[in-house]
Every structure is written in C-alpha cells, then in structure tokens.
C-alpha cells in the first residue's frame, strides 16, 4: 500500500534556527496538509496546499511558517525562527481527491526546541 | 466551521470488557466522519470513516462506530478490549477535499 513518509524522524534544533521538515506524499495526490500535535494535546490543522499555491491556513500559521513543493514529489514545512513553542509533532498528509477517499498521514516529525 | 467534542478525557475499562467512546460533532455542511488510533509514540492510524451509506460502520481491529445525524454523535464501539488497545483515540470530522478536524482524544486505559 502506498504511503506518506517523513523525514527526519526527529529535529532538535536551537530557538531562533531554522528547519525545514520534509514530507513525500503519495504520487498521485493532489491535496497537501501539515498538522501540528503539541504533547498531549489534541491534532490541530496548520496548512493546506493545492495547485501549487496555499488553499487554507490556520491562525498558527503565522509568517514564520512557510510551505513549499520544490520538485512535484516533495512537500516541505518550513520554520524561519523557532520558538520554544513550536516543540510539537509536525505530521504531513495527502489527498488524492477522488470521491470518498482520505487523507493519507504519515509518521510524523518531532520537532524539540532548546 | 466543524467542530468535535469527545467528551471522556480518559476511559477506563478491564480487559475483555466493552467499551464506549462518545463523540459528538456540529456542522453547518454535510461531512465525513473518522476515527483515528494513536498508539504511544506512534502517528495516527484510521480506524474507520463515514462517508455515507450504512450507519454503522465496522473499522480494523474489531471496532464499530455508528454516525447518528440527529444526535450529531459518531461513538466508537468494541465489544470485548485487549490490553493492545491501549492507545489515544481521536474523533475527526472534514468536509470535502477540506482540513480534518480533530478532538481533543480519549485515553483508552485497558485495565488486566
């Protein structure tokens, strides 16, 4: 069966740096989500992504976020500055948009703040 | 906007008992409704969906959840736990090609 990967598993990164998390969706969807799970705490919708351009975004989703689909298969979640807060699991998710179909979502990324 | 409330923060329940997970959602559109299993440090996993059809809907590892318009509820079911059930699990909503929607989650508890 087809799935979402992440990479890397886990980022530990210094407040203030910048990282960027890496999905590969399936290769024939076309709909693209970021969600954010701080620990303990319920998922919460960050991003989506469609056609090229950002479809809907939370009002997490501030100017320290960013999303990006380089090269038609990867799909990237960038932080510019990262604060304390932002330690949460990072999880990617695809869509192929078909008729009853969901959404795909893949392992996750945790992402430490120091 | 879509909104979901699972009511039980934690639920306990002795192994080869039953258990209910109650959720509850509100709409102003028509939705699909899911039910995902977090298993600890682990991502998420669909147990089962409602797309429309049947109201009763069976998932992977014997669950069942039945979607009730006019009580707005979508409750997970099992009629006998094990101890590897123990996990979070996450009631979601979404409309169409939309973001999905999470609750807060129910820690499930399989006491021996």
């Known amino acids: 069966e087809p799935e979402v990967t992440q990479t890397p598993s886990h980022q530990v990164t210094q407040m203030g740096q910048e990282v960027i998390l890496r999905c590969v969706p399936i290769?024939?969807?076309?709909?693209f989500y970021w969600y954010r799970q701080i620990l303990g705490q319920k998922v919460e919708f960050l991003v989506s992504f469609y056609n090229n351009e950002i479809s809907e975004k939370s009002e997490i989703f501030d100017d320290q976020f960013s999303v990006e689909r380089p090269d038609g298969s990867n799909f990237t979640l960038k932080i510019r500055s990262t604060k304390l807060e932002d330690s949460a699991m990072y999880f990617c998710?695809?869509?192929?948009?078909?008729?009853?179909?969901?959404?795909?979502f893949g392992p996750g990324t945790r992402l430490t703040v120091l | 906007a879509q909104s979901v409330t699972q009511l039980d923060s934690q639920v306990p329940v002795f192994e080869e008992a039953p258990v209910e997970l109650r959720c509850n959602y509100s709409?102003?559109?028509?939705?699909?409704l899911f039910w995902y299993v977090q298993y600890p440090n682990q991502g998420l996993q669909l147990l089962l969906k409602?797309?429309?059809?049947?109201?009763l809907v069976k998932g992977i590892n014997g669950f069942e959840a039945e979607f009730n318009k006019s009580q707005t509820s979508f409750h997970l079911r099992k009629p006998s736990v094990h101890i590897s059930d123990t996990a979070e699990y996450f009631c979601a909503v979404s409309a169409l090609d939309d973001k999905i929607i999470f609750g807060k989650g129910t820690r499930l508890h399989i006491l021996p």
């Open positions: 709409s102003s559109v028509s939705v699909y």
């Open positions: 998710a695809s869509l192929s948009g078909a008729y009853g179909n969901t959404q795909y």
């Open positions: 290769s024939n969807h076309l709909y």
């Open positions: 409602y797309l429309s059809g049947s109201t």
